[in-house]
């Protein structure tokens, strides 16, 4: 790349693309249950708070249990520096009388949420820009 004669070779074969490096032995990845779909919040969990203006809410994944969600943020704020300043929530939702805790984050606008799910998908991640 250093001579300005430079030319790209267009038929060559694309590299293969960089995978994550697997966790640290010792430390169990967060498993993360099937998304599930909507469904009204489970009796006694307390509602979310409103959005702010021109929020929109992204779902990051549903798991079988708060903590489990909580870990896979701290999974995924540590691996996309992007979501650090995000509001997360966790959120009940019984489906098929079963509970699943929904983990999502508040973005700033419809926007910023497609943005931001374009880019976890890029990565391998599940995401879904939640109306």
Not at 6 to 22: K, M, N, R
């Given at each position: ?28 990845a967060p498993t993360p249950s099937p998304v599930a779909p909507a469904a009204a919040d489970p009796a ?61 984050a508040v973005t700033g606008s419809a926007a910023q949420a497609r943005d931001i799910c374009a880019r ?12």
């Amino acid at each position: 790349g250093a001579g300005p004669t430079g030319q790209l070779d267009l038929s060559a074969v694309p590299e293969a693309p960089v995978t994550a490096a697997p966790a640290p032995v010792g430390t169990p990845a967060p498993t993360p249950s099937p998304v599930a779909p909507a469904a009204a919040d489970p009796a006694g969990a307390p509602s979310p708070a409103p959005l702010p203006a021109g929020g929109v809410v992204i779902q990051l994944g549903a798991f079988d249990s708060q903590s489990i969600a909580n870990d896979a943020w701290q999974a995924m704020t540590g691996r996309f520096a992007y979501l650090d300043g995000l509001e997360k929530r966790v959120i009940a939702a019984k489906v098929g009388g079963r509970t699943y805790y929904r983990l999502r984050a508040v973005t700033g606008s419809a926007a910023q949420a497609r943005d931001i799910c374009a880019r976890l998908k890029v990565a391998g991640e599940a995401c879904l820009v939640v109306d």
